[in-house]
Nanobody
Framework: QVQFVESGGGLVQAGGSLRLSCAASRGTFGFNVIAWFRQAPGKSRAFVASISRGSDTVYADSMKDRFTISRDNSKNTVYLQMNSLKPEDTALYYC?????????WGQGTQVTVSS
């Protein structure tokens, strides 16, 4: 198993930006697709974006023009740059393998966007 630790969340006004980080506990990281997910209050966890070992990226439709996913395999870290944030982006953000294959979830990082 690999433990992921998410950080970088916070409170921001609509239109603002945040950069989330996802650090992995050990180094199988470079051989897997890593994804960001989010869970808003009362909703199920949803896919946000993913990045392959070769840095091929996929985004959910509502985020592709505002969010950018990147990775630094030497640091076992994946980033999510979020721009033009909207109140509907408010959620707990998680990262994990894709597919997850029962790898445990981290604690997530809270993003709150005020209108």
């Amino acid at each position: 198993q690999v433990q992921f630790v998410e950080s970088g969340g916070g409170l921001v006004q609509a239109g603002g930006s945040l950069r989330l980080s996802c650090a992995a506990s050990r180094g199988t990281f470079g051989f897997n697709v890593i994804a960001w997910f989010r869970q808003a209050p009362g909703k199920s966890r949803a896919f946000v974006a993913s990045i392959s070992r070769g840095s091929d990226t996929v985004y959910a439709d509502s985020m592709k023009d505002r969010f950018t996913i990147s990775r630094d395999n030497s640091k076992n870290t994946v980033y999510l740059q979020m721009n033009s944030l909207k109140p509907e982006d408010t959620a707990l953000y998680y990262c994990n393998f894709l597919p997850r294959n029962d790898n445990p979830w981290g604690q997530g990082t809270q993003v709150t966007v005020s209108s």
